[in-house]
């Protein structure tokens, strides 16, 4: 007898995929090998969504490559690219006690991944893709200063 997740399991990508074992239009699919925690209970990941999601704004980040001194190459879902600058913002004593506090730890930084169209770290720090875009189209790079906090969420 299956475990209840994976009985679970199961029977939502059997929903999902209309009872024939891969995720239909409009569906998802679910990791066929559920993670156990405490024996009974788990957490299916996410595998693919169906149809899959087409930003429709140019300003939805794509791709973010980490470089050195604090900075960033990101590309946009219209192909824009740029560099982002943090080193002054992150320098700043303006962002003592926020999420972006953790971002001076190198190791930290480097994590940076794309989150839904955003710039985002572990612990909550993002950076506002519309106002990173404007600056990167106008000029090739966006440089923020302490005084560009309302230009990031943390």
């Keep these: ?9 199961a029977s939502r990508a059997g929903r999902a995929a209309g009872e024939g074992g891969a995720a239909g239009a409009g569906g998802v699919a679910q990791a066929a090998d559920p993670v156990h925690r405490g024996g009974t209970q788990c957490t299916p990941w996410v595998l693919e ?9 140019p300003w ?3 791709t973010v490559q980490v470089l050195p001194a604090y900075r960033l190459r990101v590309s946009f879902v219209d ?16 962002i003592d006690g926020t999420a972006f506090q953790a971002l001076r730890d190198p ?3 480097g ?3 794309v ?21 990167i189209r106008e000029s ?6 302490a005084d560009a906090r309302g230009c990031a969420d943390g």
């Design 1 to 9: 007898m299956p475990a209840p997740c994976e009985a679970k399991l």
């Design 49 to 57: 969504v169906f149809p899959p999601i087409r930003h429709t704004v």
């Design 60 to 62: 939805r980040v794509v």
């Design 79 to 94: 192909g824009t690219q740029g560099e982002v600058e943090m080193r002054a913002f992150l320098n700043g004593p303006e």
């Design 107 to 109: 190791g930290l930084f």
């Design 111 to 113: 994590q940076a991944t």
């Design 115 to 135: 989150k839904l169209g955003a710039v985002h770290w572990p612990g909550g720090a993002d950076l506002a893709p519309d106002a990173m875009y404007d600056a």
């Design 140 to 145: 090739g790079r966006w440089v923020l200063t």
